[in-house]
């Protein structure tokens, strides 16, 4: 079985870490879906834009050269604990799907070209896209439904100290706050949490290359260079 790839996904994040784990965790992170040319058409989207949230369905291509296992480490419960892979939200799977819900900003009709901007995606950069649907609330909010080990939004749990403020004169101040909240989040794997860590960390996001390190329960951020 194939399927068509109807768009690609831009995204501020470039590479696993430091991407959020869910959905709608960083809203202020920006990305849009750009059809691929069989699928750029006006009336694959007509009356998408009475939507204000869309689901997201997407190929893990980073993650298709690993094969999928049984089980597999949910980082919620400390990355130690093992669950069933059909019980998790792995990116290591038989197929490799994802699927998110992202907020619907504006849909920008080019001569050849068609994007989808939606904010608060937890998605890299150049991911595939598989099918993009509405989302619907009467049917995709349950108000009984159980959580399981995940019933609770994740919450920030570290403080930002903030080295670099003055230093990077073209950087935004929603793309610094969006790089607060990514870190405050604690990417680091689950392991690294519960004991003393003296490594400095980098990822890239958007343009730039952001390094920090953790000290107790303070994320000091060292460094935000741009990306030549």
């Known amino acids: ?55 997201v369905l997407f190929y893990f291509n980073q993650s298709e050269s690993i094969p999928s296992k049984r089980m597999a480490r949910p980082p919620r419960l400390g990355g130690n ?25 504006r849909v920008t009709i080019n001569k050849d070209s068609i994007e ?29 439904a159980a959580g399981g080990y995940a019933s609770e939004r994740p919450t920030p749990v570290l403080q930002i100290n903030d080295k670099t403020i003055g230093k990077v004169f073209s950087l935004s101040d929603s793309l610094r706050r969006m790089i607060h909240n990514v870190i405050s989040l604690d990417p680091r794997p689950a392991y ?7 490594k400095i ?12 390190k953790v000290e107790g329960e303070e994320a000091i951020l060292l ?3 741009p990306v030549y």
């Open 116 to 144: 989808i901007n939606v904010t608060g995606a937890d998605i890299i950069d150049q991911t595939p896209i598989l099918d993009i649907k509405p989302y619907i609330p009467y049917a995709d909010i349950i108000d009984d």
């Open 1 to 55: 079985m194939v399927f068509d790839s109807v768009g690609v996904f831009l995204s501020v994040y470039k590479e696993k870490f430091g991407t959020p784990r869910q959905s709608g965790l960083v809203s202020q992170a920006q990305g849009k879906i750009v059809l691929t040319d069989k699928f750029a058409n006006a009336d694959y989207i007509s009356g998408i834009e009475s939507f204000s949230h869309l689901w």
């Open 201 to 212: 960390y980098g990822m890239t996001i958007g343009e730039y290359e952001v390094k920090w």
């Open 81 to 105: 604990k093992k669950v069933g892979v059909f019980a998790s939200r792995t990116n290591f799977r038989p197929n490799n799907i994802g699927m998110s819900v992202v907020k619907l900003e």
């Open 223 to 225: 460094s935000i260079e």
């Open 192 to 198: 690294r949490r519960d004991r003393v860590d003296e």
